[in-house]
């Protein structure tokens, strides 16, 4: 499957983005997705995973309440819907996708990756 992350941008604290991973290939719905982000100077780090039928979400404590993550299998798309954005929220975000049985948090389980897009929040 090939991955596509789009919807970055430069927004004040407190506004809000969404991003869209646009996934090809078939069987879009047997992917577990993630996001994940990385800001300057540190690591990558898990942000949100959502099943493939999009009944289970798992989410980082640092955005639980604010983002939420979401697919749309028939358009072949995950989203995740960042609000109450904070300028700690600035990073570039990559969208993963994996076959694994459970939820992952952990990066090296997601064999497929989109470019990263950028978020900038504004203080």
């Known amino acids: 499957v090939q991955l596509q992350a789009f919807g970055g941008g430069l927004v004040q604290t407190g506004g809000y983005l969404r991003l869209s991973c646009a996934a090809s290939g078939r069987a879009f719905s047997t992917y577990n997705m993630g996001w994940f982000r990385q800001a300057p100077g540190k690591e990558r780090e898990f942000v949100a995973a959502?099943?493939?039928?999009?009944?289970?979400?798992d989410y980082a404590n640092s955005v639980k309440g604010r983002f939420t993550i979401s697919r749309d299998n028939a358009k072949s798309t995950a989203y995740l819907q960042m609000n109450s954005l904070k300028p700690e929220d600035t990073a570039s975000y990559y969208c993963g996708a994996a076959t694994t049985a459970f939820l992952e948090r952990r990066q090296g389980v997601y064999p497929y990756w989109g470019q990263g897009t950028l978020v900038t929040i504004s203080s």
């Open positions: 959502i099943g493939g039928s999009g009944d289970m979400t």
